[in-house]
């Protein structure tokens, strides 16, 4: 079994890593286009509000919702899920396009209320409405598509969902270029493109549904049992999978008061933490929460507690090089992939230090990614979100002292502290449950792992020119030393974990 889960969380991560290179391609063309001046930050504002919506109602709640109840119905028979599928259709696209209707009509209100500090500049405000009034279908579309990608990790298909997301980034990489020169205001352009980018990112996921016979007629089915359990589920779900898109939301909203450029600065650091992030810890989970919910409802105890066991190990090995990477090389990364033209080097050191911030975060990010779907594949919906409200409380209380102390980066360091929190809250409560029970092994493989990293650090502390080398290098010189100091620590970093005993082909097999 774990064979096969680490060959299908090979997939996503491939097709996830495509998807994110178009994403620095295109927040490459944002920056040398826009900068990050006011425009930059209003789009910010205006994509973040649909884009978190789409989190917390599409792949955060309503995916850990429905993916679990879609197993219980497959083992029920083809007619039982196809009724569930056209009911959950029916159901959530009548809804989506309600909100959609109300949020296009309120999005002058909506920028308001998640970007306050923006009501003093008219300009701003009323920019930020318009750029929303395009914007938020989005959440139509992108939740659709996350419904068909649910259907589609369901049966095992786990490529075409994770390789959806290319054609938003194409989208948007064509409207800044070709679209934004023949507009009276260019970043509307943008605005455009997350538009297309949720039109096309539907439509290509259907041809697939056709093909595994799972599009059944679509129709509303609000008092259908399956739809009322998914609901049930995913009320409280929308708060507890969201907690770090609802503190990411919030470092938006105060960033609005700071000084201009703090919410692209915000913006560019979290897109990086978002790489690793995605292309392992969403991967991960996306993989074995399916494999999780199939366990419960077999009842396989061990199994289930021995996946998440797996998940872990592979957590700490991915992880822990990751998050020395991005804090030792966040300015070199951010001068590399991001300034040219409008995005100046001042901007990089600041987004830079957003950057390290969050990076402290990475390894908790991935861990709530992959301890979550240990309630959720058991239905259990209750038990993360009282831990969320926690995490989301003290998030808070900690960006009001740290934005006081440090701006911008004491938000990015809050994120970061909330989500640790959020971690440690999640693993305590599923070795109290009994859940999960940690296979042998862990402390010798924790001390393993401290030669490897140590290695990759000084690799990097030996190697890594000064900054004044980066800002005065040509794109090609940057990314030439760029490739070079992150393929020498990966290769002194994978040499060392052979040599102290940890064999990637043996944790294959930690789950069986």
């Not at 020395?324 to 001068?335: F, S, T, Y």
């Not at 987004?351 to 908790?364: C, E, H, N, R, V």
Request: proline share 4%.
């Amino acid at each position: 079994m774990s064979e096969k889960l680490f060959k299908s969380t090979a997939i996503v991560s491939m097709m996830t890593f495509i998807s994110r290179i178009l994403g620095f391609v295109r927040d490459i063309v944002i920056a040398r286009l826009f900068g990050a001046g006011l425009g930059a930050d209003v789009f910010f504002v205006a994509f973040k509000i649909p884009n978190f919506l789409r989190r917390l109602f599409a792949e955060g709640a309503f995916s850990q919702a429905f993916i679990p109840v879609l197993a219980e119905y497959r083992d029920r028979g083809d007619q039982d899920l196809k009724d569930l599928i056209a009911s959950t259709s029916g159901t959530l696209a009548t809804l989506l396009f309600i909100i959609t209707v109300i949020g296009v009509i309120a999005a002058p209100i909506l920028i308001m209320v998640f970007a306050p500090g923006f009501i003093d500049d008219e300009y701003k405000i009323t920019l930020a409405g318009n750029l929303l009034k395009i914007t938020f279908p989005y959440l139509f579309f992108i939740s659709l598509t996350a419904l068909a990608g649910a259907i589609l990790n369901s049966f095992g298909k786990f490529a075409a969902p994770a390789f959806t997301p290319v054609f938003l980034n194409l989208s948007l990489i064509g409207c800044a270029i070709w679209l934004s020169p023949h507009l009276a205001e260019p970043v509307t352009a943008l605005a455009w493109g997350v538009f297309i980018g949720g039109v096309v990112q539907l439509l290509f996921q259907i041809p697939f549904l056709i093909k595994i016979g799972q599009l059944p007629k679509p129709r509303w089915g609000w008092q259908d049992s399956g739809v009322q359990k998914i609901i049930k589920l995913m009320i409280p779900a929308m708060f507890g999978v969201s907690v770090a898109q609802i503190n990411l939301l919030l470092d938006t909203l105060l960033a609005s008061f700071l000084v201009t450029g703090s919410i692209s600065w915000l913006y560019y650091s979290d897109r990086l933490v978002e790489f690793p992030l995605g292309i392992f810890g969403i991967a991960l989970a996306t993989v074995i929460l399916p494999s999780l919910s199939k366990k419960h409802a077999s009842k396989s105890k061990t199994e289930f507690s021995n996946t998440i066991d797996w998940a872990l190990r592979w957590v700490f090995i991915i992880g822990t090089p990751a998050t020395i990477g991005l804090i030792w090389l966040a300015e070199p990364l951010l001068l590399s992939l991001f300034q040219y033209g409008e995005f100046a080097p001042s901007d990089a050191h600041q987004a830079s230090l957003s950057l390290m911030a969050y990076g402290l975060g990475l390894l908790a990010f991935i861990f709530i990614k992959v301890l979550a779907p240990g309630y959720y594949a058991r239905q259990d919906i209750k038990t993360p979100v009282k831990i969320g409200i926690i995490a989301l409380v003290t998030n808070m209380v900690l960006n009001i002292i740290l934005m006081l102390q440090f701006a911008h980066v004491g938000l990015a360091l809050a994120t970061s502290l909330a989500a640790m929190l959020n971690a440690a809250l999640l693993y305590i409560g599923l070795r109290k449950l009994a859940i999960y029970q940690p296979r042998a092994g862990w402390g010798k493989f924790m001390l393993q792992l401290l030669i490897p990293n140590i290695s990759l650090m000084l690799i990097l502390f030996w190697l890594t020119p000064e900054i004044k080398e980066w800002v005065d290098s040509t794109v090609w010189q940057r990314f030439s030393v760029l490739f070079g100091l992150i393929s020498a620590a990966m290769l002194v970093y994978f040499v060392m974990l052979a040599i102290v005993g940890i064999k990637i082909k043996s944790l294959l097999k930690i789950s069986n």
